[in-house]
């Protein structure tokens, strides 16, 4: 598999916010694979001078009471987490995933460097799963987009972009072999 979707919760929308949980997927030409996830505890982003952002804060207000479950769930460190996805796929030659050049990525990059751990893959590997969407046609991506099982859940997101990555990606080289993909891999 030489693709990796990430897809970040986090309480802000700039580099240097912090991270609430981490979901990666693994997928090919044809097929996911491989998943991570992981919750994060807020305070080890605060004690590496990652910031919370107020308004973001007010945004998860008024997510769902699915969404917001992370808040809930037990954290792991920020270095412990970061050091599990850096472990977690072979990176070599990955092109790295995330919805939006400037969102996931950036914010991810800057825990790294905040916690002081090497970033795991190339920049030069980083792909925009948003502008991948925006190369397919409105009308046909509506008509096939896979959902997240639950919006706003890191795992649940990366997997649903990883699903719908992989139906654009074929579509646009004009091979439908992925018309059943959501039946077969979610």
């Known amino acids: 598999m030489n693709n990796i979707m990430i897809d970040l919760e986090t309480l802000g929308?700039?580099?240097?916010?912090?991270?609430?949980?981490?979901?990666?997927?693994?997928?090919?030409?044809?097929?996911t694979g491989t998943?991570?996830?992981?919750?994060?505890?807020?305070?080890?982003?605060?004690?590496?001078?990652?910031?919370?952002d107020p308004?973001?804060?007010?945004?998860?207000?008024?997510?769902?009471?699915?969404?917001r479950a992370v808040?809930?769930?037990?954290g792991e460190p920020l270095a412990k987490v970061l050091g599990l996805l850096a472990g977690f796929f072979n990176w070599e030659g990955k092109h790295v995933w995330a919805n939006g050049a400037s969102f996931?990525?950036?914010?991810?990059?800057?825990?790294?460097?905040?916690?002081?751990?090497?970033?795991?893959?190339?920049?030069?590997?980083e792909r925009c799963y948003r502008t991948l969407k925006n190369l397919v046609p409105r009308v046909a991506?509506?008509?096939?987009?896979?959902?997240?099982a639950t919006a706003h859940h890191a795992l649940d997101d990366a997997r649903a972009q990883a699903l719908n990555a992989i139906w654009m990606m074929q579509h646009l080289?004009?091979?439908e072999r992925g018309q059943d993909l959501a039946k077969n891999c979610a």
């Open 13 to 31: 929308t700039a580099p240097g916010s912090a991270i609430l949980s981490v979901g990666a997927v693994e997928f090919s030409d044809t097929e």
């Open 35 to 52: 998943e991570f996830y992981c919750v994060v505890d807020l305070p080890s982003c605060t004690e590496v001078g990652l910031n919370i």
């Open 55 to 67: 308004r973001t804060v007010q945004w998860w207000m008024d997510q769902s009471d699915m969404a």
């Open 71 to 74: 808040f809930r769930e037990k």
């Open 104 to 125: 996931d990525l950036p914010i991810l990059s800057a825990a790294y460097d905040a916690a002081k751990i090497p970033t795991p893959w190339a920049y030069y590997n």
């Open 141 to 148: 991506y509506n008509a096939r987009k896979i959902e997240p």
């Open 173 to 175: 080289r004009g091979d």
